[in-house]
């Protein structure tokens, strides 16, 4: 059974940091680009960061120089460190492969008060 689960989220004042966890199993992280996204009340859902099976990392232009994404392929896991948050990043936050997607899991809810 596919099963993606984030954790890690939080209520935090603005300019603070989470790192956010997603455990995958029923697939293969290893070798596949894997990304968070988020979805704010009432807006898409967005493709905040990715990370490629090399490493190599991108970033939406809202998130880039706070976020940093990794990945332990061992452990089937990608992480988000969010420093300096602010209030406009407060949203559910997903992880998944950007191809092949699979089921969504819950998300992790991040709110950042001001």
């Known amino acids: 059974q596919v099963q993606l689960v984030e954790s890690g989220g939080g209520l935090v004042q603005a300019g603070g940091s989470l790192r956010l966890s997603c455990v995958a199993s029923?697939?293969?992280?290893?070798?596949?680009?894997v990304g968070w996204y988020r979805q704010a009340p009432g807006k898409e859902r967005e493709l905040v960061a990715s990370?490629?099976?090399?490493?190599?990392?991108t970033y939406a232009d809202s998130v880039k120089g706070r976020f940093a994404i990794s990945r332990d392929d061992a452990k089937n896991t990608v992480y988000l460190q969010m420093n300096n948050l602010k209030p406009e990043d407060t949203a559910v936050y997903y992880c998944?492969?950007?191809?092949?997607?699979?089921?969504w899991g819950q998300g992790t809810q991040v709110t950042v008060s001001s």
């Open positions: 990370i490629h099976s090399d490493g190599y990392t």
């Open positions: 029923g697939i293969i992280f290893s070798g596949k680009r």
């Open positions: 998944n492969r950007i191809y092949s997607v699979v089921d």
